[in-house]
Every structure is written in C-alpha cells, then in structure tokens.
C-alpha cells in the first residue's frame, strides 16, 4: 500500500477524541481557572460540567482532590471532606468546617485570574 493511502486510511479509522467522563457521565470540556487569594495564596480550580453534574478538582497541599456541587442559595458550592469551595461569579473562597463555623476561610477572598 502505498504511503499516501496509508496515511489516508490511519486518519480515517483513528477514534475522535471522547469528552471526559467518569462511568458514563460525560462532561464538557474542563475550564481552568487561577485564583488570587489573601495573603499571596494561590489556587486553580478545574471545572468539569455536564447538564446533570457539576465538579471540581482543586489542588491541596500537593493532592488533588475531587470536589462535587451540593445545595447553595447562591453561587456554587463544592464539598469535598472537610473543605467547602465556594463561587460566586469570579470570587470565592475555601473553609475547613472542621475549624468552627466561625473561623476564617483558609483561603480567602479569592478572585478569579482572567
């Protein structure tokens, strides 16, 4: 077979590339953010979305975890563990609960890197 045609029929066969998913929930693309906190902190988020799902996966102290979307009155909230990530349009924050209801965010104010 010539090298053309070769070429020509590897290109036609090769799988398109899937969306992201996890046990057959598929998501769009995921949209990467960079976030400037109080105190020179510094956080990305990577958000995976999906008509019925919404996720996020922030990086902890070298981890990343895995944060999912659960109630909020406005904004969107995460929960992973411990940690609460909260949004609302290009702020947010990051609290531990396990440090009190009224303890300061261990991130805070944090905005968004456009």
Known sequence: MPCAALIAAVSFTAPAQA????DGVRFDPPVT???RCDEG???TARYFNSPDN???????D????????VLSASGARYA???HVWWTRGDDAMLQDITQGEN????YAN?????
């Open 33 to 35: 953010v960079r976030y």
């Open 62 to 69: 070298g981890k990343p975890l895995l944060f999912v979307t």
């Open 41 to 43: 902190k510094q956080l």
């Open 103 to 106: 303890a300061p965010p261990v």
């Open 110 to 114: 944090c905005h968004a890197q456009r």
């Open 19 to 22: 969306r992201p998913g996890i």
């Open 80 to 82: 992973h563990g411990q």
């Open 54 to 60: 919404q996720i996020a996966i922030l990086r902890l």
